[in-house]
């Protein structure tokens, strides 16, 4: 198994939505340019998104993209299946045809691994990624605000606003 491109991207431009989606809908112009990905690509990995119902487009002025459910109710697991990626590590994709004959020697062990990977994807939540210590640190960072502190904002729905630090 071999997480692509497009589902790391999906993950990272999903988090970030998360991080700055309590201020309104996201342009993805602002996501594109925050994580150093193509504009183009991120339009296409939206719309398979989209499609999954775990975005919602907004249009017109001030339009842009938000989480179309709270990003505690997001697994990250949802993200990477929702762009074609495969959480499987058997060589014949689970088809139990590994060789010309059946499964080959060690079929089972790469499935009970491919299971625990798509167990442990689906319980980690866009939310959980948010109140990692090393992601708030680097928002910061970015921010040039070493000394706030993100927390999830309980009226958004998987947004982030900024508290003093210390008032955790």
């Known amino acids: 198994m071999r997480l692509t491109t497009k589902g790391r991207y999906a993950v990272t431009a999903m988090l970030d939505l998360a991080i700055h989606g309590g201020q ?4 993805l112009a602002d996501i594109a340019r925050r994580q150093g990905i193509s504009l183009s690509y991120l339009e296409q990995i939206f719309a398979r998104l989209r499609n999954h119902a775990l975005v919602l487009s907004v249009r017109g002025p001030g339009g842009g993209y938000k989480l179309a459910r709270g990003a505690s109710t997001i697994f990250v697991g949802e993200v990477i299946t929702a762009v074609d990626e495969q959480l499987d ?11 010309a004959k059946g499964t080959c020697l060690t079929h089972e062990l790469w499935r009970d691994l491919s299971g625990r990977i798509h167990d442990y994807l689906h319980g980690v939540s866009l939310q959980d990624l948010v109140e990692r210590r090393g992601v708030e640190e680097l928002v910061n960072r970015r921010r040039g605000t070493a000394g706030l502190s993100l927390r999830a904002s309980s009226g958004t729905r998987g947004g982030v606003s900024r508290i003093a630090a210390g008032a955790r």
């Open 24 to 27: 309104g809908p996201v342009v």
């Open 89 to 99: 590590a058997t060589r014949c994709g689970g088809a139990n045809d590994c060789q």
